[in-house]
């Protein structure tokens, strides 16, 4: 059984940094396709990053230069480093994995195209 579980939220001003983590158990995080998703309230949930297989990722374009998409050693963990943050960043914040043998699917970020999900960490950016 696949299981995600996020951490690393929090509170921050704007300008500030975090990194969220998405510790995986059941699958190796360089097996599928891996991504963050976003919800901010009044928003529907929106593909932030993801990162196939082979190490390419691909970033939504409000964060693109922002925030980097990036795997353990161990390949236990996907990463979320988040920098010059501001308060259109704020919203629940999702990890998720698709299936195994990634294709240029994968960096579409579509939330159909993936199927587990872990229960969020809150990122609350403040001016």
């Known amino acids: 059984q696949v299981q995600l579980v996020e951490s690393g939220g929090g509170s921050v001003q704007a300008g500030g940094s975090l990194k969220l983590s998405c510790t995986a158990s059941?699958?190796?995080?360089?097996?599928?396709?891996m991504g963050w998703f976003r919800k901010a309230p009044g928003k529907e949930r929106e593909g932030v990053a993801a990162l196939g297989s082979d190490g390419t990722a691909s970033y939504e374009d409000s964060v693109k230069g922002r925030f980097t998409i990036s795997r353990s050693n161990d390949l236990k963990n996907l990463y979320l480093e988040m920098n010059s943050l501001k308060p259109e960043d704020t919203a629940m914040y999702y990890c998720a994995s698709g299936p195994r043998f990634v294709g240029s699917w994968c960096l579409g970020r579509r939330e159909s195209d993936f199927a587990t999900w872990g229960q969020g960490t809150q990122v609350t950016v403040s001016s």
């Open positions: 059941g699958l190796r995080v360089d097996m599928y396709c």
